[in-house]
């Protein structure tokens, strides 16, 4: 690593104050090697909350603060849409560049994204996700060097009210890359592939609309086979009806102790007058200052429940580590720090762009995960095993 | 129902005193409908116990207890491979049959059994499996009337020590019907499909032989489609690391309270001599008399953990009954009695037997079962999804 006393901080730009970007600012004010260098959104309120906050510009576009000399570095935290214009953007004028989950709604986004990046001579990361959490990653440390033996299954579960937290309307909608499959499904099939360290060789999902107001996939259940053998099992319900932080001591996803509240975000939905109300209370609760980012996180940060089975232990991630169940019993493996996964995305621009070093979590990483998902909803529609390598479609639209 | 008063109770005899049938003894005696009329059984402590215990005859040929007059049903809780011809003797002897899972070696051997038992007019029921279980059945009920809106997807994991409870050399060869694959699989098929009340259409699974001392399967992974669109993921582990009843208030499967002990049944297990000493053990400590049944079942039983998912709501098995998170919020659906899912096999049996209700549970049902899990062990050998009309293999050594 450079020395952080000679090399400058990455300064990073922060390109959409909804609830990534709001999440992303302190990680990047509290990172040692990165410094906040403002912000863009189209919302006048985010961008007063912003500015009155961090005494930093916010502008109303996205290219305006692209084009800043003082950024480095943003971290494209737009509606999904937006993702392939901002991140060609960004190359072109030489910023590096984090863009968030899921990297772009095509394949053929992906590609031109990627080519862009590296034509620029740009670093590319994809996150958040809970792929960087410093649990997932300290596992994957232990599976690829065979600490507990040969890796053999991972197991995930998440039930939460994905689908009833206030949203704008192409969020509801497959086709623009709304619903469980290209927002949360990501997030799992990074934590299974940051772990398991092998291609995806098949996927075979089922996926469920139980809420025609929702009109979008709220669950799955999905089988994936890695090339390497080792298997994956995903579960996942943003229904608000079963909540499975039940069974992690009530800590939510972001480490944060939490209170049973069954059943409360489909009331407060039901409550709101029209589409408008929605996209205000998204604003005022999930955007920059809103309350939803309150708190702190005290705990590991998750994604529902996982187990990861080895040959000699079951690992799984607890609130302050990771518990392992190994031949000789139980014991925790604590770990220290890393309660933001935020931290861990900033750690793998900084040390690709100022130590050289390969991040994992970049666009080819990225755009398989796409392709995963793409999979999963193909398999649900097909009813069948989906090979990856046979995998035709390219879009989320298709 | 008949009067209980007028119409005699069924006098069963306990054919095989080991864990499954010394299970069996205090579910009959407790029984309204039901009483035990001696057992029989090879080895002569576990004779001597059940005598000194009961004061009831314990002959050493399972063909002697079948031929009593006094018996009108037997429970066959033999090995796997002795089913087929206690069944079909008990029913050319014209007594009913309950017999354990897996109903036999082969969907051959099954249809002589069902053939048998259809010629010589007597019931035969499959079981117990944890498809018993009153959670269950009450599930179902919900399941199959709507009450929750339509069922979509089960998920199910379990973390047990399977693998290192004292064995006879056939429970830890696959070819034999050893192994996680016929003995606690069928309990999470019959689980699902009593609660899914729906033919299975394929399925997709991964299997893991982790331990060359115990050569046989030990953990899955494995993908449902039933044909109603249903999807039920089973996760199973019997390696003695994680033990998910960790997750369930540490009440074990039988409904009794538990401590954590982590790795001590495979420490225990490789504190034998040899495997004279392990056959031993297993029947002194999981025979009929041993620790191992001993305390009593203050709650519901389970199988792990499972999530039902509706459309209107989620279900799980509590302790008292069953959680339910629907759109309202969270509640309890409480439950009075059914500690013992034996209790309900019984029941099927005298129900079928004594008011000519057609069973759940019946052979036709085991059959499917073993089929499906005929599948599960085929998907995983061609690692591919298997359509179960498609099916060739009809044992569990092919």
Redesign the interface.
């Known amino acids: 690593m450079s020395d952080p006393k000679t090399v400058p901080p990455l300064r990073v730009g922060v390109i959409g104050l909804g609830i990534a970007g709001a999440a992303m600012v302190p990680a990047l004010c509290d990172h040692p090697r990165a410094v906040l260098a403002g912000a863009a959104d189209v919302n006048a309120e985010l961008r007063r909350r912003f500015t009155s906050d961090k005494g930093l510009p916010a502008v109303d576009n996205a290219l305006d603060l692209i084009g800043r000399d003082e950024v480095d570095a943003v971290y494209i935290a737009t509606p999904h849409q937006f993702h392939l214009e901002h991140a060609v953007e960004a190359a072109r004028r030489g910023k590096h560049i984090i863009v968030e989950k899921p990297m772009a709604l095509s394949l053929d986004d992906c590609d031109v994204m990627e080519q862009e990046a590296r034509r620029n001579n740009v670093v590319m990361i994809v996150g958040h996700t809970h792929g960087f959490d410093l649990p997932v990653l300290r596992m994957r440390q232990a599976t690829t060097s065979g600490e507990y ?1 040969r890796l ?2 991972l ?1 995930m ?1 998440n ?1 939460t009210n994905f689908l009833y937290r206030p949203r704008r309307e192409e969020e509801l909608d497959t086709s623009k890359g709304g619903g469980v499959l290209f927002n949360q499904l990501p997030h799992q099939v990074d934590v299974a592939r940051t772990i398991a360290d092998s291609p995806v060789r ?1 996927v ?1 999902a ?1 996926t ?1 609309i ?2 025609p107001r929702r009109p979008t996939e709220g ?1 799955y ?1 999905v ?1 994936i ?1 890695f090339e390497s ?1 080792v ?3 995903l ?1 996942y ?1 943003g ?1 608000d ?3 499975s932080d039940e ?1 992690h001591q009530w800590i939510s996803s972001s480490g944060k102790p939490k209170k ?1 509240q ?2 409360k975000a ?1 009331k407060a939905w039901e409550g709101l007058a029209d589409a408008k109300d929605e996209l205000e209370l998204r604003q005022r609760e999930y955007g920059y200052g809103g309350a939803f980012l309150a708190g702190e996180s005290r705990y590991q940060p998750h994604f529902g ?1 996982m ?1 990861v ?1 080895c ?1 000699n ?2 690992l ?1 991630i607890a609130p302050d580590g990771i ?1 392992v ?6 014991t925790t493996l604590p770990l220290v720090g890393g309660q933001d996964g935020r931290t861990n995305v900033i750690d793998e621009l900084c040390a690709a762009v100022l130590d050289d070093v390969r991040p994992l979590h970049d666009g080819a990483f990225a755009r398989e995960t796409l392709r995963v998902c793409l999979a999963v909803h193909e398999s649900a529609r097909q ?3 989906i090979s990856i390598a046979d995998l035709q479609r390219r879009h989320v639209s298709q």
């Open positions: 033996g053999s299954m197991s579960w039930y098949s075979r089922s469920a139980l809420d669950s259940t089988f086979d053998g298997t994956a099992s579960v319900s229904y009806h079963f909540d069974l049973p069954h059943g489909r429940l187990v089975s040959q232990a079951d799984k518990a169940y190994s031949d000789e019993g139980m009813r069948r095993e």
